[in-house]
């Protein structure tokens, strides 16, 4: 079994590359990736359900959350295993980041191989959004649209 994953970013002008790595079954997983074409700001950054992009980002369905949890935060204990948070894109449009994660595994029946990695258009919120927001907040984080997508594929590994 490799310990290496990848993930290609694909969407409308918005492009990247997402390596995740878990040097065993009892350690966290790290995510580190670069997205280009984002508005400048934070863009929230999820799991998916399903490898599917058979009608766009949208086939990937709801976050990864085999727990039936509400959305939240990556630090949060009650959460989506999807709920990755954001990624911040600079003034140039690029995120690059480093995501150490206990949840996200590559290993085991809650595996994330063969899911989708999401990148959206707007923040979210961290399930921590009120009023009219309240509802959506807690199955999404209001992050908005998919800006690209891209099944998570095992790749060759790297130690």
Excluded: W
């Amino acid at each position: 079994m490799s310990n290496h994953a990848v993930a290609v970013l694909r969407g409308e002008g918005v492009n990247g590359v997402v390596h995740i790595h878990q040097k065993s079954e009892s350690e966290p997983a790290v995510l580190k990736g670069e997205i280009s074409g984002l508005t400048a700001g934070l863009h929230g950054f999820h799991v998916h359900q399903y490898g599917d992009s058979t009608n766009g980002c949208i086939s990937a369905g709801p976050h990864f959350n085999p727990f039936g949890k509400t959305h939240a935060g990556p630090k949060d204990e009650n959460r989506h295993v999807g709920d990755l948070g954001n990624v911040e894109a600079g003034a140039d449009g690029i995120a690059k980041f480093e995501i150490t994660d206990s949840l996200v595994t590559l290993y085991g029946v809650n595996t994330v191989i063969g899911r989708s990695l999401v990148v959206h258009a707007g923040t979210d919120d961290l399930g921590r959004g009120t009023g009219d927001k309240a509802e959506e907040s807690l199955k999404t984080g209001n992050a908005g649209a998919r800006a690209a997508c891209g099944v998570i594929a095992l790749a060759a590994p790297t130690d």
